[in-house]
């Protein structure tokens, strides 16, 4: 009889109390910030984390995921009798996290070569980053309760990752710009004009898909974007930073707009703040003409 064990990082940026109540395990990100490091989740609360990013200029660090990291999780469950073992990981184009993951698993056999006939290792490149990747893996994992077999998982979070996407409103550039990692982000022109930007993640990549004119357009031109765009009546997730009333006005008017409600919000953790900025609202949801 197999058993599932789905493995992540914390950039999934799913709360403590939802890991341990779906039994998964995540390897968490440093964070260093004010001459500390941290591990994202574990040491410091998201909150935390915001306060000490609002009490400095400085941007914070992250460090990705060891292959030792990786290797050491993959000796524990093996140990503890997994035949599966989901490894999913952070956009690969943004982080090395998803090679480590690779290194590790050609170590562990390398280490363990009984263990090729008896637990397999899928690593999963999730493209993205937060919720994109956090909310698929609670689906995950509640298909394996009810059954679900190693194969029937990773096609239903690759077929998740291929059709998804996110739209994010960053509600100032500081972060992006200094960090670097949000192409669309860094190079956005308008700011100085009081515009904003859209910034569609997609298949690793971003790019700025609309420009809003000031704050009290970013609710209805953020919604009308997803609206357009989303596969009607499929699932959607909020995501937000250390203020989630916009995002809960956001879930209101796509409610009433599609008759449902988001399936899950996500505060996003230190890593992608340290790169998009504690103050932003993103929606993650499936792109319609997507196959």
């Given amino acids: 009889m197999s058993k599932i064990m789905i493995l992540t990082d914390s950039c ?19 964070i260093h910030i004010n001459g500390q490091s941290y591990r994202e989740i574990f040491d410091k609360s998201t909150k935390e984390i915001y306060e000490l990013m609002m009490s400095t200029d400085e941007i914070p660090k992250h460090s990705q995921v060891s292959p030792q990291d990786f290797l050491d999780a993959y000796q524990e469950i093996y140990k503890e009798g997994y035949t599966d073992v989901i ?35 899928y690593n999963l490149d999730s493209t993205c ?4 990747y956090g909310y698929p893996i609670t689906e995950a994992v509640k ?17 998740w990752f291929n059709v998804s996407v996110v739209y994010a409103v960053p509600y100032n550039l500081k972060y992006a ?14 700011e100085l004009l009081g515009l904003k930007p859209i910034i569609l993640f997609e298949d690793g990549e971003t790019s700025t ?8 357009n970013i609710l209805p031109k953020l919604v009308d974007c997803v609206e357009r765009n989303m596969t009607p009546q499929t699932p959607y997730v909020i995501l937000h930073g250390r203020d989630d009333s916009l995002a809960k006005e956001v879930e209101k008017e796509l409610c009433k707009k599609t008759g449902r409600k988001a399936e899950m919000f996500l505060n996003i953790g230190a890593a992608v703040a340290s790169n998009i900025g504690p103050d932003v609202v993103a929606v993650v949801c499936r792109k319609k003409n997507k196959q």
């Fill in 12 to 30: 999934c940026d799913l709360p403590k109390e939802v890991i341990e109540e779906l039994g998964i395990r995540v390897l968490p990100i440093l």
């Fill in 87 to 121: 490894t999913v990981s952070l956009n690969s184009k943004g982080s090395g996290t998803y090679n480590s993951s690779l290194i590790a698993k050609n170590d562990f056999y390398e280490n363990n070569p009984e263990a090729k006939e008896k637990m397999n290792i």
């Fill in 129 to 132: 980053y937060s919720g994109f």
């Fill in 143 to 159: 298909k394996i309760r009810k059954g679900a077999d190693a194969q029937e998982i990773v096609a239903y979070l690759q077929d």
């Fill in 177 to 190: 710009r200094k960090s670097g990692r949000i192409s669309a982000a860094a190079a956005f022109a308008g």
């Fill in 209 to 216: 898909v609309e420009k809003i004119r000031g704050e009290k």
